[in-house]
């Protein structure tokens, strides 16, 4: 119920401030198992994939914010859990692979961090663990444009990744988090504007 009131309201307000247009919100599946994975620029780019998405998204977020007093109550409402950062989480793996598994639809941005720059950095791990460990199908997403006000921000869903060129080699995890990378930055280099 908060998560559908909070995605309306941020979603008036983020589109009267940010004039966001979506590209590819088709390639989303409708049902199963879904993974979208997205370059990092803002504390915003959370709310923002939440509300162009035609599915209900759950976030990982660090495992910081569930402390503080607003948002410790906020979170787990609008379907984000926590991950503890620099370290292999056994409970929020467990947790998104069981997301997963119910047909969910978890949202990662595997760089962990945001971009200083605004350029898509190396990606983590566990992009690629959660892909790999379920039966997923994945969603490459770009966000692009600097957050100015009544400036357009695009976010472009791309079509779901085929890892075929890695099931001969026997990936581990970074490989096919780097697969993933190379599909975002692809969006990116692709829809500059």
Same mark, same amino acid.
């Given at each position: 119920?908060?998560?559908t009131?909070?995605? @309306?309201?941020?979603?008036?307000?983020? *589109? &009267?401030? @940010?004039?966001?247009?979506?590209?590819g919100k088709?390639?989303?599946p409708?049902?199963?198992?879904v993974i979208?994975?997205s370059?990092?620029?803002?504390?915003f $780019?959370p709310?923002?994939v939440?509300?162009t998405? /035609?599915?209900?998204?759950? &976030?990982?977020a *660090?495992?910081?914010l &569930?402390e503080?007093k607003?948002?410790?109550?906020?979170?787990?409402?609008?379907n984000?859990f926590p991950v503890?950062?620099? %370290?292999?989480?056994?409970?929020?793996?467990?947790?998104g692979?069981e997301?997963?598994?119910?047909?969910?639809?978890?949202?990662?941005? /595997?760089?962990?961090?945001?971009?200083? $720059?605004?350029?898509?950095? *190396?990606?983590?791990?566990?992009?690629?663990?959660f892909? %790999?460990?379920?039966?997923?199908t994945?969603?490459p997403?770009?966000?692009?444009g =600097? @957050?100015?006000r009544? *400036? /357009?921000?695009h976010? #472009? @869903?791309?079509k779901p990744?085929? &890892?075929?060129?890695?099931?001969? =080699?026997n990936p581990?995890?970074? $490989? #096919?988090?780097?697969e993933i990378m190379?599909?975002?930055q692809?969006?990116?280099?692709?829809?500059?504007?």
């Amino acid at each position: 119920m908060l998560y559908t009131f909070a995605k @309306y309201l941020v979603w008036f307000i983020f *589109k &009267f401030l @940010y004039r966001i247009k979506i590209h590819g919100k088709e390639n989303i599946p409708k049902q199963g198992p879904v993974i979208i994975c997205s370059n990092h620029i803002s504390n915003f $780019d959370p709310p923002v994939v939440g509300i162009t998405s /035609p599915r209900v998204i759950h &976030f990982m977020a *660090k495992e910081e914010l &569930f402390e503080k007093k607003v948002l410790g109550f906020l979170l787990p409402r609008i379907n984000a859990f926590p991950v503890k950062r620099g %370290m292999r989480d056994r409970n929020a793996l467990r947790q998104g692979l069981e997301l997963l598994e119910n047909g969910g639809t978890l949202g990662l941005f /595997p760089e962990g961090t945001r971009s200083k $720059d605004g350029h898509l950095q *190396k990606g983590l791990a566990g992009a690629g663990f959660f892909a %790999m460990r379920s039966n997923a199908t994945v969603i490459p997403c770009a966000i692009i444009g =600097d @957050y100015e006000r009544f *400036k /357009p921000l695009h976010v #472009v @869903y791309g079509k779901p990744i085929e &890892f075929k060129s890695l099931e001969a =080699d026997n990936p581990r995890a970074q $490989d #096919v988090t780097d697969e993933i990378m190379a599909n975002i930055q692809i969006l990116l280099e692709e829809n500059k504007k």
